[in-house]
């Protein structure tokens, strides 16, 4: 029998994909659909340094093969961008121009480079990396690059200032010690933390941070750090972490914060919208607050949850999941509550 | 016995005149050695007769003239002229001519069919011949008849060829009948001049099967010529007295318009 | 930031799909004009419904290479969307890492899975382009979407865009003057929209055009028809308006007037046989133009002029299909019915693989049948009368139609034409009547077909040999193709080849009668036999079977679409005897 349902989850991440497995093994006939802006298939987002450093190609990057989807008929719409989404007739508005119906949604849109307001002027001049598209991006670039200015910090930029410095670049780093991510480094961390950058071969600025960037007259870009070291760039990466990737949201009543408000059972303040991964905020009964996590496991977990209630079981997300992280030699713990 | 002796007992007769007449037009020129498979007494004589009679007063030579027929009665036409003939098949007689005449315009055409050929399945021949003015003359014998296949009516019917021909466009239009091969043979020798499509319609009786319509009894009284006062440069007025007498012989139709081959 | 772009290797195809109006064959033909006006090899095709019912869908292919193409194309690098619901069906065509040109702006938000953007895997390249607002923007009417979209290939390939205003104008040549300027503006408007916004992180494009131009043109086969036609002799050209028959009356008409032949516009194609039989019958060489049913409808006639020995030749254009509805698709299914009439009169039948064979063709058959006083039919089919192919133009007559008309026929078959004092004569299916007003009885039919049956077992006989495929050792499989299906077969051979199979390839042009003896010769090194050929019931293969006493493997199916060097390949894999442990095939 035809089931009704079409289950359709923006995102292709670790909690997208966790959802639509799990929600193909509840429903058999259910359409299930996955819609994402990135152009490429589900891939290991942890390893983009490799890529960048050479030791993985992108097919190495696939967490799966594409026939995946076929043999569990998953309709994949990649390099798709929902403009808009009307909850009330249950219909996104694709920037393509077409109209994609649903009977549940599951937002897993994960995050965005984050960029600190002071910046902004800049963000012309910085190179991030957080997608595959962006690493390509990088990669074609890299023989024209020497000089490497990196500037804030996060999980992702630590693996590729190695991996740049392993490919012969100088790299300068300016950690910003406030706005680290997603960890507030504590001052025995920053110093294990600048310790363990420096064997690398990466020059670290622990107390300095970026004032200014301007585009070099022969090419590249001039660095001028607040204590006034003037540094001469090829590239200039920005790293301040992720922020959840809502703003389309705007405007369609969802309630959101910095990232969607779920309660426990990952629901939304809508009927039979949902969240999951990266770009939720999700309600503790207990604490009576929100909280976030980041990193693989956690997004495969709320992946699941999110599904099975979807599916009509009742799931809570229960304890924010305990989970780790490893980034060079460092294990962070990627779930915590956070003050709102 | 000598060939002298021979001809005397028929010198100053009327037979005699007759021959010398037939040997002065050239007309015996036309006639091949084949004998006629036609019944005895049947219509088709006569109308080979106005043929060669035409093509005599058109002074075309036997080479420069192809016959071309399709089935039936008509099919026997080449064999007992003289002259190039093309066997066709039922229907294609009139896109063979036209065929033979795009090619070779330096020659004269002449397409014969029987009633049930030209105007049943090779109506499309005659339509597309008047369309672009070929200059071929359809030679159309009307018996009504398929005298081949055991009488079997024609399948147009009794309509009228002359009618059929005037309104697909053709540019000559005349009827004749078998009893009076010489003004069959002047019509044919108009056509046969005729610098567009030529339209000769024969009424002819087929005595074996048709007993009642066409005889040569009932063609004999009701045979008139075309009134005088007719007009053949009206299309309307030929219409008219196409559809109003079925009897009545001469050019009814004719425009030198100039009008050459067109493709 | 420019990333380097890589040229393509290799073919490079562009094809533009939309409903029949919207101009996808018009753009795939400016295209392949332009790149061989830049000296580069190029191939056009089409596939589309009867024009005026108007509501089919279109697929335009234009192949561009350096080299000269050596088969057809089965794999898309470029596909324009000017209709997205026709185009989603073709995105398999597709390859991995080819390009989708799209509407962007369409009037309104389009019902799910109607956008050809929600089908474009990761790997391939999608662009949105507004068609619909660039061309309103350039002419008032808007209907330039098309030459919007090829100006935006022709801009994402690197291709030169001064090569196609003059492509354009060949086009619409005999057209309105504002007909052309609208459709280069839409050009221009495309090209500048793609240069501007998405040249810059497109990766790949065309190969550039050789330094040195190879003297070629872009032909159809209805244009190397009508060319061969005049370079015969040809004093005629009947045929019943009917698509392709009418491309090749247009290209016809295009011939210098002292070169043309007589255009005869038949009430159908029973009367086009019927122009051609007069013609010839008034001793003038002439051909007769049929396509799909029309073949049947001319038959009677050219069971006549075997029997009647009269050279009259037919072209012959298979469809898909016995229906007027499918004219507009190809098939190789018309070889029994162009070989057998309804009486026991056989006509010699030759089927030509690409534009240039068409043109040896035509002129072949015009003069064998001359030489043979036989009927000829020239077998090709609606992809070949259609399909534009840069060729060596123009093309000279070939050797053995020369020697063909240097020979005339034997004495006793020679007659005047008429308008030869002296020489009158009947033409009839009686056989050679060599009265002259004499009494001679009629030839019995029997006599006439056993005659015709003699002249065609001479002319087989001296035909050339046909194009082989491979070495003269042992073969474990051997193909035998004809018309259409030579060239897929060829290529299909070629992978065999490189993948270690010991196959070879015999492909007459002289499809009937069978050349004997090099058939046999070839059968007898193959283990396997097979036939290719498009059409279900294996026409050929059932001939040769007869003929050799031996099964034929069948490498076809039904009419429509072209067949592909893929499919016979695994038609070939599918036939070959297995191997045993030691690599040896065994039947």
Known sequence: MVSPEHFVIIGNGAAANRAADVLRRGDKDARITLISDEFFHFYHRHRLADYLAGTAGEDDLLVRAPQHYQKHRIRLRLGQRVTRIDPKEKVLYLKHMEMVRYTRLLLCTGGKPRLPEIYYAYRAHFTTVKTLADARQLRERLDGIRDVVVVGGDLVSVRLASALVRLGKAVTFLVDADSFWPLELTPERRAEFAERLTRVGIAVRLDDALAHVEPHPSGGYRVTTRAGERLRADMVGAFFGLAPDVDFLLGTGLDIDRGLLVNEYLQTNLPDIYAAGDCAQVYNPALRNYWVSIGWPNAEKLGEVAARNLLGQVQPAGQAPASALEFEGIVVNTCWWRRM | ?263 | MKVPRRPLTGDLVVCFCGRAGDGARAAGRVLAIAAAGLGLHARHAAAYPAEIRGAGKTLAYTAITREPLRGPCERVDVLVALSDPLTIPELPRLNADGLVLYENNPPGYVAEDMAVAGYIAPGMFGYGIPFRDLAAQAESFGRGRNFVALGAVAALLDLPAAAFPPAIADHFAGQAETVRAAAVRSFEMGFEYARTRLVATHPWRALPAPDERPAVALVTGAAAVAAACAAAGVRLVAFYPVTPADRIRADLERLPADERPVLALAADAAAAAAHAYGAVAAGRSAVAVTVGSGLAAAGPLLDQAAAAGLPLAVVHVQTAGPAAALGTSTGQGDLLAAIHGLSDVQRPVLAPACTADCFDAVCLAVRLAARWRTPAVVLTDFLQMERGETIGWPRPLPAAAAALAAATPAPDEAWAPPGTPGGERLVSAGGPDKRSGATEAVASCPIAVGLHRGRLNALAAGWAPPEAFGDDGPLDLGLVAWGAAIEPAREALRAAAARGLRVGGCFPRLVWPLQRPVLTAFAARCRVLGAAELNASGQLAGLLEHALARPVARLGRAGAEPLTESELLAGIEEALPPADAKGKRHE
Not at chain 2, 188 to 213: K, N, Q, W
């Open chain 2, 1 to 263: 016995m000598s060939d002298h002796e021979r001809v005397t007992p028929i010198m100053g007769t009327e037979l005699a005149r007759q021959m010398e007449r037939v040997r002065r037009s050239g007309e015996l020129g036309y006639r091949s050695a084949q004998p006629a498979t036609w019944c005895p007494g049947c219509g088709y004589h006569g109308v080979a007769l106005a043929l060669t009679r035409g093509a005599a007063a058109a002074q075309v030579p036997p080479h420069q003239l192809v016959f071309v027929a399709g089935a039936g009665c008509a099919a026997w036409m080449p064999r007992s002229l003289r002259g190039y003939g093309i066997e066709a098949l039922a229907g294609t007689a009139l896109a063979v001519a036209a065929g033979a005449k795009l090619a070779r315009p330096d020659l004269t055409v002449v397409a014969v069919g029987g009633d049930a050929d030209i105007l049943a399945s090779g109506a499309g021949g005659l339509s597309a011949a008047a369309a672009r003015n070929l200059p071929v003359t359809a030679l159309i014998v009307d018996n009504g008849r398929c005298g081949l296949i055991h009488g079997l009516p024609s399948p147009v019917g009794v309509a009228d060829p002359l009618t059929t021909a005037l309104e697909a466009g053709a540019t000559l239009a005349g009827r004749g009948w078998t009893g009076k091969p010489d003004a069959l043979g002047d019509i044919i020798a108009r056509a046969l001049r005729h610098p567009g499509f030529a339209v000769v319609v024969a009424v002819s009786p087929c005595i074996t099967y048709d007993m009642e319509r066409l005889t040569w009894d009932r063609l004999y009284e009701a045979w008139q010529p075309v009134p005088a006062g007719h007009d053949p440069a009206d299309r309307a007025a030929a219409l008219a007295l196409a559809r109003r007498e079925p009897f009545i012989h001469g050019i009814l139709y004719e425009r030198q318009s100039g009008d050459r081959l067109k493709v």
